[in-house]
């Protein structure tokens, strides 16, 4: 909220959209502590309930049009503690609101579509992917040692706090994939 209020004091669209993520990144926080307050189990939360609810949310602040873009979600019944899930929130916020907001420029006819799954893999491995069909990177955002913030937080929260790696391609659209070893709490 009041980030809310203090983004209605500029005119400036550049200005707007910073408090717009940064809204988004609260948001995604909010949304596990909301998880954790409707579950019986106080430090853990099934990713299945959680990144929908989140993604969902991300979707409809951003997409006016949904003919336009689609949303396609794939995810399993993950529990994992409160330490992995707020950095993998974050992690979804990041790139799903990257595809939202450069991977479908200007007007564009239907058929654009964003894909973010969750699998469990081997063992205690999670395979985390969030990939578009629209114009993909070129230049330094192309890469994982682009310079800007969100890219950045994502590359910290993988590899730093969830000691996971990071694979992109842009051959049609993007594609993060992300692989985590989380301890699992139990599966549904």
Known sequence: ????????????????????????????LAFVHEKLYQ???????????????????????????TMKIGLELDIDHVVLNVDHVIPIGLIVNELFSNSLKHAFPGERDEGGLIRVSLHRTNGEQINLCIEDNGIGFAGPAADNNSQSLGLQLVRMLTMGQLNGTIDFSSDTGSKYSITIKASMQSEN
């Open 39 to 65: 579950t019986k189990q106080a430090q853990t939360v099934d990713l299945a309930e959680y990144i929908p609810t989140l993604v969902k949310h991300l979707y409809h602040s951003y997409v006016t049009d």
């Open 1 to 28: 909220s009041l980030l809310r209020i203090q983004s209605r004091k500029t005119d400036e669209e550049k200005t707007q959209m910073m408090f717009q993520e940064c809204q988004n990144r609260v948001m995604s």
